[in-house]
């Protein structure tokens, strides 16, 4: 049995949808050149440091002999990871 001194409803916060942290969504993520066989993982090093895995785990079995390279615009994907992460900061 579970006992809480403080009323949830009544502290719970109340934040607009432009001030809610988030991740980049998957069709972001395609828009910053991150293919449907790829992953993205974020790691925390230090404060305001961070370490972006990116893995890809397309095959020649997958997607033929010679698939594509992907790129990825890092720079814009840093910047989204920020905006997002920091909503109201430019």
């Known amino acids: 049995m579970l006992f809480y001194t403080f ?18 969504s ?3 993520l395609r828009a910053f050149g991150l293919p449907d066989t790829g992953k993205l ?13 990116l893995t890809n785990y397309a095959d020649k079995f997958d997607l033929g002999m010679n698939p594509p390279t992907p790129y990825i615009k890092i720079d814009q994907l840093a910047l989204s990871l920020f905006t997002l992460a920091n909503p109201g900061s430019q």
């Open 7 to 24: 009323n949830y409803d009544l502290n719970k916060p109340s934040l607009a949808a432009s001030q809610t942290k988030r991740l980049p």
């Open 26 to 28: 998957a069709a972001e």
């Open 41 to 53: 993982t974020i790691f925390a090093q230090a404060q305001n440091q961070l370490l972006l895995r």
